[in-house]
């Protein structure tokens, strides 16, 4: 279902989360949950995967994430300051110590030439420290999609260093 490189990746996320005593938990947008299905692939996952919120709607961002409506407003829904309240907001939601949150543009439609198609903000929220970053892949929808959820397990592991 995945690539191999995908899933040694989430196990070293996990096994790196468990070492610590740690749990993660996403808040997806255009990845729509496949962040959660590449995880919850991995074998003994449940000790350290908890759970996501698929907020794929801005209103789901705001009314079940707390997404402040000014900041999707002023921003839009591919920004840093929205993935970095939703892992924020999503650790506290689902009691966890790290989080990673996605919103982009997977395409093929959406982009604008202010954000083209492939952008995509990544924001990771662990131990109380927030940082985001801002990609633009290429390749189809699933590509895009498959990237995202690549880069956000490769940025939590940075940040765990």
């Avoid at 959660?36 to 079940?64: C, E, M, P």
């Avoid at 633009?136 to 956000?152: I, K, Y």
Wanted: glycine residues 12%; positive net charge; aromatic residues 4%.
């Amino acid at each position: 279902m995945f690539s191999e490189h995908l899933k040694d990746i989430a196990v070293s996320l996990g096994n790196t989360l468990t070492e610590r005593r740690m749990t993660l938990c996403t808040a997806e947008s255009c990845t729509g949950g496949l962040a959660g299905a590449v995880l919850t692939a991995v074998a003994g996952s449940s000790r350290w995967f908890r759970g996501g919120v698929i907020a794929y709607a801005n209103d789901v961002k705001q009314h079940i994430l707390g997404v402040d409506a000014a900041v999707l407003q002023q921003h839009g829904a591919v920004s840093a300051q929205v993935v970095e309240s939703m892992a924020a907001r999503a650790c506290r939601l689902l009691q966890c110590t790290a989080g990673i949150a996605v919103s982009g543009i997977a395409g093929p439609d959406g982009g604008t030439p202010q954000k083209p198609v492939g952008t995509v903000w990544i924001g990771w929220h662990c131990q109380q420290k927030t940082a985001s970053r801002v990609f633009l892949f290429s390749g189809n929808r699933d590509a895009v999609r498959l990237q995202t959820v690549e880069q956000g397990l490769l940025g939590l592991m940075e940040m765990l260093k």
